[in-house]
């Protein structure tokens, strides 16, 4: 005999799959609206805008950390040539920093000696960037006295 209750059960789980399938699709059809052209041109112009004023910023931060980390290895390079002519070291040597993209480290006299008299006994960090030949400051130490000193136009902000 045929079972009503089985064969209703059935034609109603059918019935509200098409219907559930119907309203998805009823649904997304209606709002499949997306983002016009000219929302997404405001949106890159206001990041465009963004940028532009946030680059500069960030770079000039990148230039002031470098300048203090140039200032920091120069200390370092005084303070280590200072223990080691204190401790009565013979030919006392320091290690000269890595160059960086934006400093240089030149030394005129003998590699990484602290007592060389053709150099002065002067570390410098040279602000050269890009390629540059001529540097655009400098920040020299006197590695046996410590004494500092500047050459060209050093910024306001460098406190040496």
């Known amino acids: 005999m045929l079972d009503f209750k089985k064969v209703f059960r059935i034609r109603l789980d059918r019935f509200e799959l098409n219907l559930t399938a119907g309203l998805i699709r009823k649904y997304l059809n209606r709002n499949q609206e997306g983002f016009t052209l000219v929302e997404l041109i405001v ?17 000039n931060i990148i230039e002031k950390v470098e300048a203090q980390a140039a200032q920091l290895n120069l200390m370092n390079a005084f303070e280590e040539c200072s223990t080691k002519i204190l401790f009565g070291e013979q030919n006392p040597t320091y290690s000269i920093p890595p160059n960086t993209s934006r400093f240089q ?9 602290c007592l060389s008299p053709s150099s002065g006994n002067i570390l410098t960090a040279a ?9 655009t400051y400098n920040l020299n130490i ?10 060209r136009s050093v910024p306001s902000w460098i406190n040496w």
Do not use: H, M, W
């Open 43 to 59: 949106v890159i112009v206001i990041l465009l805008i963004l940028g532009s004023i946030s680059i500069p910023s960030f770079l």
């Open 105 to 113: 480290y030149p030394d005129s006299g003998r590699d990484g000696y």
């Open 127 to 135: 602000r050269t960037a890009y390629g540059q030949r001529v540097s």
């Open 142 to 151: 006197n590695v046996v006295t410590g004494a500092k000193s500047t050459e």
